[in-house]
């Protein structure tokens, strides 16, 4: 029987030992600039946090704390980068806390280290919500798809306060309702195309057929106009929403702009 205590004793206190505590110190943190990427995985959202922080106190600190949202869809991994030592934290609501002595580290006064945060949110998650724990000098959030990246927030000089709200939510991208890329804006176009060069092959055919001289109807020019002037409209929408770049912007819309000028001075012409 004392035999199996002492086996129970000693399991006790290495489980203690390895395991991190809430007690420790992390006064004097300062975080230097964290990084927030958001991207489409198999997994759900993806969730990368690159966190540079100071020791700005006079004391050894042997504690971080970090502010995760509830709904994450796997166990967050939490890596100090110089090292590559991976922490266990423990688990207090929405804050993780790493015990750094656990492991043999410790950031001294003035000294900084730099923490990955990697963890994943379901795919409808509609935002991004942060609390913050320390004073943070620069923290911003982008949302990654492919080679296009978009930055969601920036922020600098943000102060953490005890007695205030020091929660962020930042909206992100529906991945099913992910911007335009140019192929359909491509798509678009030859179909407005296509649609123009059909009326015209067959406006040529019935003036063929007619024997008459080559002069447009004016129900030709008033279609043409509607949609010239709805390819217009198109290309600004999807412009205004930063689908297409400036260079394409302005090719397509001066060629397609005198098209449409043109058609309306015919039509002014005909009625005249």
Request: net charge positive; aromatic share 6%; proline share 3%.
């Amino acid at each position: 029987m004392k035999k199996t205590g002492v086996i129970i004793l000693v399991g006790m206190m290495t489980l203690i030992a390895l395991y991190p505590s809430v007690s420790a110190n992390d006064s004097g943190i300062v975080v230097d600039q964290e990084l927030v990427t958001v991207s489409l995985a198999n997994k759900g959202l993806q969730v990368d946090e690159i966190i540079k922080v100071t020791n700005k106190g006079t004391e050894n600190v042997t504690s971080l704390r970090f502010w995760i949202q509830q709904n994450t869809q796997d166990k967050p991994k939490i890596v100090e980068l110089q090292s590559g030592i991976e922490l266990i934290p423990l688990i207090t609501g929405n804050i993780r806390t790493c015990n750094l002595s656990a492991v043999n580290l410790t950031i001294e006064p003035d000294a900084s280290i730099t923490i990955e945060l990697t963890y994943y949110l379901p795919s409808n998650e509609q935002n991004f919500v942060k609390t913050l724990l320390y004073d943070t000098i620069s923290f911003s959030v982008t949302y990654k798809e492919g080679n296009n990246e978009w930055n969601l927030f920036q922020g600098e000089h943000l102060l953490y306060g005890s007695d205030v709200n020091n929660a962020m939510q930042i909206r992100l991208y529906k991945p099913t309702e992910a911007p335009l890329n140019i192929t359909s804006i491509v798509i678009v176009f030859v179909i407005v195309i296509i649609a123009l060069a059909l009326l015209l092959l067959l406006l040529k055919k019935k003036r063929s057929k007619t024997k008459k001289a080559v002069v447009e109807s004016e129900d030709t020019l008033t279609t043409k106009k509607t949609l010239l002037l709805s390819l217009l409209k198109d290309l600004e929408k999807q412009y205004r929403g930063k689908a297409i770049s400036d260079e394409t912007y302005n090719k397509i819309k001066d060629e397609y702009k005198q098209r449409a000028v043109d058609t309306m001075k015919k039509l002014d012409d005909l009625k005249k």
